[in-house]
């Protein structure tokens, strides 16, 4: 994530049916790369969203 000014993000994976499976908060200001631990997630197809006031970004993840 890339930011010109310290913006708050919404990060969320949802599964396939809509269900949230995981959300957290990440304060950004600069550039990070932010790391989510997907262990305890099910194999299958999911999305991971970063959300903030500004708009959003939705990729797939894929977990074996």
């Known amino acids: 994530i890339t930011t ?3 913006t708050t993000y919404n990060v ?3 599964n396939t049916v809509g269900q949230t499976v995981y959300s957290s908060k990440v304060d950004v200001e600069g550039s990070i790369l932010y790391q ?3 262990q305890k997630l ?3 197809v999911y999305t991971v ?3 903030s006031g ?3 970004v ?3 993840l894929v977990v074996y």
């Open 36 to 38: 989510i631990n997907t």
């Open 12 to 14: 969320m994976i949802v």
């Open 58 to 60: 939705a990729r797939k």
């Open 42 to 44: 099910k194999s299958g």
């Open 4 to 6: 010109e000014k310290p």
């Open 54 to 56: 500004d708009g959003y």
């Open 49 to 51: 969203v970063f959300s």
